[in-house]
Every structure is written in structure tokens, then in C-alpha cells.
């Protein structure tokens, strides 16, 4: 799953980006608006985590222009505005949820994991397809009774093929979900993932569409 993280703080924004690369998130962070503004134009993000006292353009500015733009990804709101007023301006301009500084690391993970599932149309804590069961805050899967333990390349793209089975994801749309600014993109990266999913759920769990991209069937 892939984050842009807006946050000018430079001691939040390090933690922040340090707890999502160790909980196998790919993280894109800037440290203004026109920047958050520029990225989510450029890119597709599972989530945005928004501070609003920036530089350039406050988060609410953010959030007002990215919803004009009919850009529905999901934004998690990070703030240390308390004030009820604040809250009401960002939920009615477009926000997911909030969360207040200070906060709590495993807090703002849950809530992430939260409104990604109802961006998705999900409410329960697993990512299902009738086969496989894809338990977002354990980072495992279950199949035919068996519980398994992934990597984390192997939880970033079986996530991302698992919100929307059925659904055809190219080479270049996994890696983006897989890689952040800077990273490094293995050659043969999606192939290899895949190759080690398909050794521990079988070779029919993820489907190759050729020269399209994969998917989860979508069972009933």
C-alpha cells in the first residue's frame, strides 16, 4: 500500500515514515501543500495522511483542491487543531477521519487500516475473495485452514490485488503500490513476489492475464 504523508515536522514526519516502512507501507513524504498537491496528481496513493498547518498551502486548501478534482482517495487527517470547528471544516471539505497529536503509532495504523477498508467497500478487518483471507493488521493470509505469515513485498502486493479481486493490476500499478520515492525497484520484483505467494497458496491464487497483469479471482 502506498502513503503520502504530509508533514513539515521534521521529528513526526521521521517517525512517521520510519513506523510505515516497518510495517511494509510504501511512503512518499513532502513538507508542504503545493507538494502534497503536486504528488497526488502525479500518483495514485491508498491513502493520504494530511497535516493542515503547512507551508505553501494549509491542508485544508489541500484537501478542498483534491477533492475538487473528483480524487476520492482516502485522507486521514493529522493534526494538533483541536478545535471542534477545525474537525467539522476538514470532515465537510472531504476528509476520511482525524486523528489528534500527539497520537499513539498503533492508533494511527488502525485508523488507516479503518478508512482504506471503507474506501473499499469493507467493514470486517479481512480482505476476502471466497478463497483467501487477508488479515490486514496481522499481515497474514489464510487458506484451506491455514494460517500463513508474509513478507512484507508479499503482503504489499497480495494487498493490493486483494482490494479489489477480480481486478487487473499491471507490472507498473503493483510496483507503485510496492515503492516509495527513492526506493529502489528490483528488476523481475513482481515476478519473484508472486513466484514466492503462489508456492505458499497455490498456483491458481493469483491469475496472470498476459501482457495485461495479475489478479485474485474473485470467488463466490
Not at 17 to 38: K, P, S, T
Not at 40 to 69: S, T
Not at 153 to 173: D, T
Not at 176 to 205: C, P, Q, T
Request: proline share 3%.
Amino acid at each position: 500500500m502506498r502513503v503520502l504523508l504530509v508533514e513539515d515536522d521534521r521529528m513526526i514526519g521521521e517517525a512517521v515514515q520510519a513506523a510505515l516502512l516497518d510495517a511494509a507501507y510504501a511512503v512518499d513524504w513532502v513538507r508542504d501543500g503545493q507538494m502534497a498537491i503536486d504528488a497526488c496528481e502525479i500518483h495514485h496513493y491508498d491513502i493520504v495522511l494530511l497535516d493542515l498547518g503547512l507551508p505553501k498551502k494549509d491542508g485544508l486548501q489541500v484537501l478542498h483542491i483534491v477533492r475538487a478534482r473528483n480524487d476520492a482517495v482516502p485522507v486521514l487527517v493529522i493534526t494538533a487543531r483541536d478545535a471542534v470547528e477545525s474537525r467539522i471544516q476538514g470532515l465537510d471539505l472531504g476528509a476520511d477521519d482525524y486523528v489528534l497529536k500527539p497520537f499513539e503509532m498503533a492508533e494511527l495504523l488502525a485508523r488507516m487500516r479503518a478508512v482504506v477498508r471503507r474506501k473499499g467497500g469493507v467493514a470486517g478487518p479481512l480482505l476476502c475473495n471466497g478463497t483467501l483471507s487477508l488479515d490486514v493488521a496481522a499481515k497474514a493470509v489464510s487458506v484451506d485452514g491455514r494460517t500463513l505469515p508474509l513478507s512484507g513485498r508479499e503482503f504489499a502486493l497480495l494487498h493490493a490485488l486483494m482490494i479489489r479481486p477480480g481486478a487487473i493490476l499491471s507490472r507498473s500499478e503493483l510496483e507503485d503500490r510496492m515503492y516509495g520515492w527513492g526506493s529502489e525497484v528490483e528488476s523481475n520484483a513482481v515476478e519473484f513476489i508472486i513466484h514466492s505467494l503462489r508456492k505458499k497458496l497455490g498456483n491458481d491464487a493469483i491469475k496472470n492475464v498476459r501482457g495485461l497483469g495479475w489478479l485474485v479471482p474473485k470467488h463466490h
